[in-house]
């Protein structure tokens, strides 16, 4: 069973940074291509980030530019580094396999961004 578990969220400044990291258990994690994904109350998940399993990425035209995602196989985590930071960012930030299946989903991290 996986289990995925998501930690570094927190409240920022706009304009600052945070870097989020997931752990991944129960699954061989080199061969997924991984996800960042984001809610808020109301809204459909939104995926802003993915990596896949040779390190290529892409991002949401609204992360472009500000956000980076990283991966390191050995520690089973991965990782979005998230610069200037803006309102519209704040949100729960989960991980998952980027695509239509998806593992059952962790808790995630509140990222507040508010001055």
């Known amino acids: 069973q996986v289990q995925l578990v998501e930690s570094g969220g927190g409240l920022v400044r706009p304009g600052g940074s945070l870097r989020l990291s997931c752990v991944v258990s129960?699954?061989?994690?080199?061969?997924?291509?991984m996800g960042w994904y984001r809610q808020t109350p109301g809204k459909q998940r939104e995926l802003v980030a993915s990596?896949?399993?040779?390190?290529?990425?892409n991002y949401g035209d609204s992360v472009k530019g500000r956000f980076a995602i990283s991966r390191d196989n050995a520690k089973n985590t991965v990782y979005l580094q998230m610069n200037s930071l803006k309102p519209e960012d704040t949100a729960v930030y989960s991980c998952?396999?980027?695509?239509?299946?998806?593992?059952?989903w962790g808790q995630g991290t509140q990222v507040t961004v508010s001055s």
């Open positions: 129960g699954r061989i994690f080199s061969i997924y291509t």
């Open positions: 990596i896949t399993s040779g390190g290529r990425t």
């Open positions: 998952n396999q980027a695509g239509p299946r998806t593992w059952s």
